[in-house]
């Protein structure tokens, strides 16, 4: 059977209007392999991210866990982004939506945008590596946005490889704009697509050029610019 060809978008479209972030501090997500005891109206992943923002010292977002709590598509439409978040995020906000991320179940897009403050992003390497961790191992996320969060070479483009490497997976979109990849993730990315039959749009508008490998690279892995 053919590969279906991964639509990779280049042209710049407008910026969407993110909403601002706040600093924080950077301790990398808890959690563990057992499962949170469940109240009742709760989800694994709500309980998870109630227990990361008392261990944080935060305040649970409200938008985030009415969606955890909810995952039949009732309300959001098996939806969240921290564009919309009803407060401000910060470092370790992120921090306890990562601790939730692999029990998601039911949520399947997933838009983690604008989470930055100036050219600093609040993912730390070792918070994004869970992150990619986290959505490699749920089924349910087929879409995941990192729009406009200050991801460079140096952050990003190993964990980016690895999100996309493998036969395994079941991420259909992943939306890159607005960051600072460059070709160094450019390779880690389109090396991964040759194993991936599940990814079919891959959005890179809105970083430096040297992100896109040559055409000869593209034809390589039966990626099809638009």
Request: charged share 25%.
């Amino acid at each position: 059977m053919k590969k279906r060809p991964t639509a990779i978008t280049t042209s710049p479209p407008s910026s969407p209007d993110f909403k601002p972030g706040s600093p924080g501090f950077e301790l990398s997500p808890g959690g563990g392999a057992k499962s949170p005891e469940l109240e009742r109206g709760e989800t694994t992943a709500s309980a998870r991210y109630t227990r990361a923002c008392t261990k944080l010292n935060i305040e649970p977002e409200p938008r985030l866990l009415s969606t955890l709590k909810d995952p039949e598509k009732k309300k959001y439409a098996g939806a969240y982004s921290t564009a919309d978040a009803e407060q401000l995020l910060s470092t370790d906000a992120l921090s306890a939506i990562v601790t939730a991320c692999e029990s998601m179940i039911g949520l399947h897009t997933l838009r983690l945008v604008g989470l930055r403050s100036g050219d600093a992003s609040f993912f730390t390497f070792e918070v994004l590596g869970a992150l990619v961790r986290a959505v490699k191992g749920n089924a349910s996320i087929r879409s995941l946005d990192l729009s406009d969060d200050a991801l460079n070479d140096e952050l990003a483009a190993s964990h980016l490889g690895t999100l996309l490497a493998g036969e395994k997976g079941s991420l259909a979109v992943l939306t890159l704009r607005h960051n600072n990849l460059k070709e160094k993730s450019g390779k880690h990315l389109f090396d991964a697509l040759g194993s991936n039959k599940q990814l079919h749009e891959l959005d890179l508008s809105c970083n430096p050029s040297a992100v896109m490998l040559s055409v000869a690279e593209l034809d390589k892995v039966r990626v099809r610019v638009s």
